[in-house]
């Protein structure tokens, strides 16, 4: 009896708790399912008049102001090797030298027939002052004087050619042929070396059809690249193409100073920051505030401790603000932190 009696108190005790816990599954289902759910967290800011500078940053590619690609001008074997790869060679520096034995033996036969002709030129000349020679006798010594002085000058360029020369002042980025290698000349040259004026650079990007009427020639701009964060180079537009391409973005140029300790090499990837039009007293909230794409922007507006979603439409968009057209008021307050974390009609705390 006793037993009985100590089975039904336990099946009681357990009753009672699985009653208390289905009444208070209930309870909660009901409070959670009345609109306004448990208090959560969240970072804000006022939506407010404030002048918003429009900003644009672009990714372009570096190239040198000057790319040379050197070439022979003459035929024969490289007897002289004056450069390598990272050297920095002066406008008119002889990087090569070619065989010139023959070159320099016909040069000095024809500047001795030049300087012949030119005396016998010289004294026709005076001969016929004194009437002792021909007007016809005085042309053909003119002639000769003319012949033997544009095989001089063709000589003399020839032996000039032996000596490969760079036309820029910049740093060699590669060399095409060594001591002993054979080089040709026209009309098949051989390419020897290229050379790369970097003093300035030329930084070449693509702006899309909304922007490229922001963006003029002589404009300013601020130049930046990972590979000195810290540093900002400062170039001016120096040409807008007046023609799209298939992808509807227009290419522009841009000209800087290279800086002669941190200088920019061609082939890096550089970041321009376009400075345009200054948009006066317009209504702006932090870009951290909105929640899905740009095209069809939301925030969470909060009003009495209760977070609403709100649907806005906006305008220019800086690094930290985004211009509001409509839908927010100055003054109203946005979530910009936590927002993840609620849906419409949560209520919130405001972190101080």
């Given at each position: 009896m006793k037993k009985m009696k100590l089975v039904l108190l336990v099946s009681g005790i357990f009753a009672a708790i699985i009653l208390v816990l289905f009444m208070n599954k209930q309870k909660l289902?009901?409070?959670?399912?009345?609109?306004?759910?448990?208090?959560?967290?969240?970072?804000?800011?006022?939506a407010e008049k404030k002048n918003l500078t429009?900003?644009?940053?672009?990714?372009?590619?570096?190239?040198?102001?000057?790319?040379?690609?050197?070439?022979?001008?003459?035929?024969?074997?490289?007897?002289?090797?004056?450069?390598?790869?990272?050297?920095?060679?002066?406008?008119?520096?002889?990087?090569?030298?070619?065989?010139?034995?023959?070159?320099?033996?016909?040069?000095?036969?024809?500047?001795?027939?030049?300087?012949k002709a030119k005396k016998d030129y010289d004294r026709s000349k005076e001969l016929f002052e004194q009437k002792s020679l021909t007007e016809s006798q005085l042309d053909l010594s003119k002639l000769a004087?003319?012949?033997?002085?544009?095989?001089?000058?063709?000589?003399?360029r020839q032996l000039e050619d032996t000596k490969i020369k760079t036309p820029i002042s910049g740093y060699?980025?590669?060399?095409?042929?060594?001591?002993?290698?054979?080089?040709?000349?026209?009309?098949?040259?051989?390419?020897?070396?290229?050379?790369?004026?970097?003093?300035?650079?030329?930084?070449?990007?693509?702006?899309?059809?909304?922007?490229?009427?922001?963006?003029?020639?002589?404009?300013?701009?601020?130049?930046?690249?990972?590979?000195?964060?810290n540093i900002i180079f400062f170039g001016t537009i120096t040409s807008v193409s007046a023609k799209g391409d298939e992808a509807h973005t227009?290419?522009?140029e841009i000209s800087a100073e290279n800086h002669p300790n941190t200088q920019?090499?061609?082939?890096?990837?550089?970041?321009?920051?376009?400075?345009?039009?200054?948009?006066?007293?317009?209504?702006?909230?932090?870009?951290?505030?909105?929640?899905?794409?740009?095209?069809?922007?939301?925030?969470?507006?909060?009003e009495n401790g209760i977070a609403k979603i709100r649907s806005i439409k906006v305008g220019q968009i800086s690094e930290t603000d985004i211009q509001v057209l409509s839908g927010i008021n100055p003054g109203e307050v946005v979530v910009v932190n936590g927002q993840n974390n609620i849906t419409d009609n949560t209520k919130v705390e405001i972190l101080k």
């Amino acid at each position: 009896m006793k037993k009985m009696k100590l089975v039904l108190l336990v099946s009681g005790i357990f009753a009672a708790i699985i009653l208390v816990l289905f009444m208070n599954k209930q309870k909660l289902s009901s409070y959670s399912a009345g609109g306004i759910k448990e208090i959560y967290y969240v970072s804000v800011a006022k939506a407010e008049k404030k002048n918003l500078t429009n900003t644009l940053s672009l990714v372009g590619i570096v190239f040198a102001n000057n790319d040379v690609n050197i070439i022979s001008e003459t035929a024969g074997k490289i007897t002289a090797v004056y450069t390598k790869v990272g050297d920095y060679k002066k406008a008119g520096s002889v990087l090569f030298q070619v065989d010139d034995e023959l070159k320099q033996a016909a040069f000095k036969n024809a500047e001795a027939n030049y300087e012949k002709a030119k005396k016998d030129y010289d004294r026709s000349k005076e001969l016929f002052e004194q009437k002792s020679l021909t007007e016809s006798q005085l042309d053909l010594s003119k002639l000769a004087f003319v012949n033997a002085e544009t095989q001089y000058i063709v000589a003399k360029r020839q032996l000039e050619d032996t000596k490969i020369k760079t036309p820029i002042s910049g740093y060699i980025t590669a060399k095409y042929v060594d001591l002993g290698s054979m080089v040709q000349g026209a009309p098949q040259p051989t390419l020897v070396a290229n050379i790369v004026d970097i003093s300035k650079v030329k930084v070449k990007l693509n702006v899309s059809e909304n922007d490229i009427f922001n963006v003029k020639q002589g404009q300013k701009v601020e130049i930046t690249s990972d590979a000195y964060p810290n540093i900002i180079f400062f170039g001016t537009i120096t040409s807008v193409s007046a023609k799209g391409d298939e992808a509807h973005t227009f290419p522009i140029e841009i000209s800087a100073e290279n800086h002669p300790n941190t200088q920019l090499k061609a082939g890096m990837f550089a970041k321009v920051n376009f400075n345009l039009q200054e948009k006066n007293e317009t209504t702006v909230i932090p870009r951290a505030s909105i929640i899905g794409s740009v095209k069809k922007p939301q925030v969470f507006v909060v009003e009495n401790g209760i977070a609403k979603i709100r649907s806005i439409k906006v305008g220019q968009i800086s690094e930290t603000d985004i211009q509001v057209l409509s839908g927010i008021n100055p003054g109203e307050v946005v979530v910009v932190n936590g927002q993840n974390n609620i849906t419409d009609n949560t209520k919130v705390e405001i972190l101080k």
